[in-house]
Structures are given as C-alpha cells and as structure tokens.
C-alpha cells in the first residue's frame, strides 16, 4: 500500500524531497525487515501470555518405535511450552509486506497465498495436537495431500506465468525450465513434468523445515540463514546488469521477492528473540510448514531450486536422516543407522549439549550459504 501510495503521488505530479527514493528495492527492503523486526518484538510478548493462558501447550512424543523416529527424553522438560508461534511471524511478515511490496504484483499475491495455505495448514496441525493433547495432529496423509495441493498450485502458476523467466543473455525461455550450477549453457524444459516436480519441490522443503524444527531456535536460525542468501539472489536476479554478468536468470519482478524476504527475515529474527534457548514458545507446524513452503516457492520463482539443495544443506541433512532412520527401521528388521532422527537428536544423544548443536548447525547452515553464493560466479 506504501508502494502503490507513492506511485500515486508521482503520477499526480506531486514532486516532494526523497519520495522517489522509497521506492528503491533497497530502501523498501530495509524499512520492511525492521518493522517486521519491531512488530514481532510488540507482538511477541502478547501471543505468547494468550497462549499460555489457554494453556495451549506442546505435548512430547517419548519414543515412536513404529517408524523409528524418537525424540530425546531431556525434550521432556519442554512439555508445556507454547506452540503456535508461528502465528508472530506470519502476522509480523504480512503487515510489512502489504506495506512496503508492490501488491498488485503477480509474484507477491502468489508468496502471501502460499504463506497464508501453509500457515493454516499448520495452524490446523497445532490445533488438534492441542485439543487432543498428543503430538500427532493431522493425519499424514490429509496434510500431505494439502501441501501437494499447494504445490500443484504454485507449479500451474509458473507454468501460466513462463514468460516472466527471461534469461538476458540468450533467448526467452519460460517458467519450466530448470537452471543448474556451475553450468551456464543447458536448460532443460520439464514442460508438463514441471507441476509435479514443483509439487515436490515445495512440499520437501516445507517437510524439512518442520523436521528440522526439533531444537529452540534451531529452525528458525537456519531459516534466517537461507532467506538471506535468496534475498541476495532475487536482488541480483531482479537486476539485468547483475542477471548478465552473473548469467542467472533475469526475473522480473525479483525486486519485490527481494522486500518480501526482508520482511521474512525480520519477523523470523523476531521470532528468535523469543525462541532462542530456552524458548518461551515453539514456532509449532503454523510457522515451520509457512517458512518451508515459501523457501520452496521462492527457490523455484528465482529458478534456483537445484541450488536451496546446497544453501539449504541443513534442511537435507534432516530431512535425509529420517528417510535413511525409517528405510532401515522397516528394512533391516527394526536396525537403525543413527541413536535418533533427525540427525540434531542423534548428535545430542551422543551427549552434545543442545545449544552447540544449535550454534553449529548455524555455522555449517552459514558456510554451506557462502558455498552457494560463490557458485553463482563458477559458471
């Protein structure tokens, strides 16, 4: 509304001091991620005693010996805490993003829709383990099915949309075409195999997300880390010069991905505030399956899917320990490859204290970004 409000006025010709520069990418990106910050810190405080007054509290799985996926008994301790706290970061993202993007943009209504379907997704999952206090929630099934759902929906889009994919140093390709590092000269198009590798593309990321939410502040961290680097990169992608010189995909559009990610960054870091160890409230499936799902979606808007698999190598780790946990659980006649899954559980059953873990998933999360980044020079 911000956006739109300035536009207005330089199209009456009302030409006031500094006004042209609120609407730079930059200048927006940076008032959308402190009011964002500054809104989850006001709100924050808020949720968290309604919560608790409702005594809307997580309850703690002791050992899943079906599937092989345990969680620690020291997680015991935690029984209580508030969940639902992605309810802070969906409402302290939402307000900076029809504030300061351009809504009308295609790109943005498309990342709030999938924010608002992932968050009641898990908004519904936190309810019922809540209401029927146990830490099962929906059926496997019924969620997967609406994450798949969403997935489909976001893969028709791009598809709709192709022609909004614009490589500047060759021809014009669309939405279904795929671009991987440290090559420079193939694109392959999936055509129609493109919906349901989008459909898989973003339900694994919101999936990993939520996995790797087993440890105060370890999620939300990571999370931090990856939408730093894709802001970085829908910068440069938004940029023809940049996208060129680069030989990314041109995207346009990417300017507004850009202020969305700042805003996301700035209610998560919010978020952690009150997460971080020990936490006065858990981010629950309402913020873990939004975050992931949105991590997706704007991996596949910038066409750098292939590449979240390195920046975000945190969310691959946890996500592979629990397949390769269950595999061999069903396989090997009950056999495990690791102490716990995910893997963050595994490292604190061989008697890492939990907040090394989190400071060293956060410095390997950093390292693998960096690795990333670099790759977008090595073509």
């Not at 808020?46 to 599937?67: E, R, S, Y």
């Not at 998933?361 to 960096?370: C, G």
Request: glycine share 10%; charged share 15%.
């Amino acid at each position: 509304m911000f956006y739109l409000f300035i536009t207005y006025i330089q199209r009456l010709c009302i030409h006031i001091s500094g006004l042209r520069a609120l609407k730079y990418i930059t200048v927006r990106s940076a008032m959308a991620l402190i009011s964002a910050f500054v809104i989850g810190l006001i709100i924050g405080p808020k949720i968290i005693k309604k919560l608790k007054i409702m005594k809307i509290g997580q309850p703690i799985l002791h050992v899943n010996t079906k599937d092989g996926v345990q969680l620690p008994e020291e997680h015991q301790k935690k029984k209580g805490t508030p969940i639902m706290g992605g309810l802070i970061i969906v409402i302290a993202l939402i307000l900076p993003v029809m504030l300061f993007c351009n809504i009308t943009d295609p790109l943005v209504l498309m990342l709030v829709a999938v924010m608002v379907g992932f968050g009641l997704v898990g908004y519904r999952d936190d309810y019922l383990k809540f209401t029927q206090k146990n830490s099962k929630g929906i059926s496997p099934r019924a969620k997967m099915a609406a994450q798949l759902t969403l997935g489909f929906i976001v893969g028709l889009f791009l598809m709709v949309r192709g022609e909004g994919i614009v490589y500047s140093f060759t021809s014009e390709i669309g939405g279904t075409h795929l671009c991987f590092p440290f090559v420079k000269s193939w694109y392959p198009n999936l055509g129609w195999l493109f919906i349901p590798y989008a459909m898989f593309v973003v339900t694994a990321t919101s999936n990993a997300t939520n996995l790797t939410d087993g440890m105060d502040g370890l999620a939300i961290g990571t999370v931090i880390v990856v939408a730093s680097s894709l802001g970085i990169i829908s910068y440069l992608a938004g940029r023809p010069d940049y996208a060129q010189y680069l030989i990314i995909p041109y995207v346009r559009g990417a300017g507004e991905i850009t202020v969305f990610l700042s805003a996301m960054i700035g209610a998560s870091v919010a978020f952690l505030w009150f997460n971080a160890n020990p936490a006065e409230i858990f981010m629950g499936d309402t913020g873990s399956l939004a975050l992931g799902g949105l991590l997706g979606t704007i991996a596949l808007f910038l066409k750098q899917e292939i590449l979240l698999i390195i920046i975000g190598g945190i969310f691959v780790l946890e996500a592979l320990s629990v397949i390769l946990q269950v595999g061999s659980y069903r396989l090997r006649n009950g056999k495990r490859i690791f102490l716990m899954a995910p893997y963050h559980h595994h490292l604190q059953k061989r008697g890492l204290a939990e907040p090394k873990i989190i400071a060293r998933f956060w410095i390997v999360a950093a390292i693998l970004a960096l690795v990333g980044l670099t790759t977008l020079k090595l073509r």
